[in-house]
């Protein structure tokens, strides 16, 4: 009986946290990026000319009361309680792998221990942890794109056809899960490596270096890269930084914008491998999976079971067609279709 009083618990806490979220400065909804986002937004404003007045600009009913704007909701107060219960158990896991790796590097390298100095490491650890946690993230989101079965998962964060700061929150359980194994991994590898360079004395001051970065990204518009805010950064910039607009093409549903920016804070990546696209390349944009995709996902439970319906589906298409009389010539046909994953 235990058990279903800690899961009511739980349940409680997550369905509390969000309200929550706007004190947490890791959030970014937090109230100073949200202020910070007001400004900009403004700025935004003026120079788009709306005949709107700004708070009906900020708070338009067709965003915010939209009927993906409430799927978007209810996934916040969802995966508030499944991190309760499935993400908090394992997330202190990253220590535990830090502390190994620091070991089996001490065991098999242990001329280069004692390398760095504490400042350094204040210094390094921060940086290389913002950059190496990126690129990770482009990875993870280039294959959540490009593996079917993941981009079945994934879609239920493009199924928004409207973007509001909430949208953030809108992930499959299953994307949740990978995004915080991606986060457990690379802060356990390099925790156990600064670890190791640093002779087991990583300063806990180091961590205020990764506070700075999440502080500037938040006071630079993060919150409003799920917004109809279009903040462009300058043309220069938009090649190393993924503004919110960027970020918002990444939402189109416009075939020619598919894959495209798929960075989180830096642009390297998708200029590395050719899928970056500035603000000036795409004036209007339309967000969703295109129409005869966004009827299977208006609700929140369709959104949930969809992966489970479309994945076997797309099973039995590749089984059918290989085993089709048409042979090869049918076969090619379909795996050309499936190496797209947006193909309907
Ligand atoms: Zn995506
Ligand atoms: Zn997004």
Known sequence: MKWINDTWFDIQEGLIKPFLYVFDPRERINWMYLLSSILLAFYVYRKTKSN???????????????????????????????????????????KYLGVETGFFLEENLSFWQNTL????????????????????????????????????????????????????????PLELLINNFNYILISGLLYGLFDYLSFDSIPYTSMLG?????????????????????LKYFDFLEGFLISPYQHQIHHSSDPAHYDKNMGSKF???????????KSGKA???????GADDDIQYRSFLQNLYMPFVNIPRRLFR???????????????????????????
Do not use: C
């Open 210 to 230: 990764l506070n700075v970065f999440t502080l500037l990204f938040g006071f630079f518009g993060a919150t409003l890269r799920h917004s109809q805010v279009r």
């Open 52 to 94: 709107l007045p700004f708070l009906k600009y900020l708070f338009h009913n067709r965003v915010w009361l939209s009927k993906s704007a409430y799927v978007d909701y209810k996934f916040l107060f969802f995966n508030s309680i499944l991190k309760i219960i499935l993400i908090l158990p394992i997330l202190s896991s990253w």
């Open 117 to 172: 100095s504490q400042n350094q490491v204040m210094v390094l650890y921060p940086i290389l942890f913002l950059i190496l946690f990126d690129f990770s993230y482009y990875l993870v989101h280039l294959a959540m794109h490009k593996i079917p079965i993941l981009w079945e998962f994934h879609k239920i964060h493009h199924s928004a056809t409207s973007l509001n700061p909430i949208t953030q929150y809108r992930l499959h």
């Open 267 to 277: 642009a390297v990546w998708d200029r590395l491998f050719g899928t970056l696209i």
């Open 283 to 289: 004036e209007r944009l339309s967000f969703g999976l």
């Open 318 to 344: 590749r089984f059918r067609s290989a085993d089709n009389d048409y042979g090869k010539h049918q076969e090619k046909a379909v795996l050309n279709k499936s190496t797209n994953p947006h193909q309907r």
